[in-house]
């Protein structure tokens, strides 16, 4: 395989030349994978059952039986657990975040931690003729 690593002003630029998937680890470890058709997938585990391998444009996995989150943040919220925005897969109510225990496995949940609305919007262009 031919990778070449550039370095010109301020840019860093990773090649790979051939087609085939990119994997990054850290301490011998698989965390994430860029494949070859642009899909990016971030794991705590690779092997099987089942083979994980990233289906979408960002694929997030975690081991199973455990919750998965994405969270966002930024410079008026703080930054710990319960700041900011989640989207994820409850496992078990770990955040029952005042709707009551839950012993359902897996719920998708949208957690707004900050005291701000959630607003759901739908915008509509018009084409000129």
Not at 78 to 99: C, M, P, R, W
Request: no cysteine; net charge negative; hydrophobic share 40%.
């Amino acid at each position: 395989m031919n990778v070449s690593y550039e370095n010109s002003g301020n840019d860093v630029e990773l090649n790979v030349f051939q087609r085939g998937d990119m994997n990054f680890h850290t301490n011998n470890l698989h965390w994430m994978q860029l494949r070859q058709d642009g899909n990016l997938g971030l794991s705590d585990i690779w092997a099987g059952p089942p083979v994980f391998t990233p289906v979408n444009l960002l694929h997030l996995n975690k081991n199973m039986q455990t919750s998965v989150w994405e969270q966002f943040t930024n410079g008026n919220t703080g930054v710990s657990t319960v700041d900011g925005f989640h989207i994820g897969l409850d496992y078990a109510g770990a955040f029952n975040s005042g709707i009551g225990a839950s012993t359902d496995k897996s719920i998708a949940k949208l957690i707004q931690w900050e005291n701000t609305p959630i607003k759901f919007t739908q915008m509509i262009r018009y084409a000129l003729l």
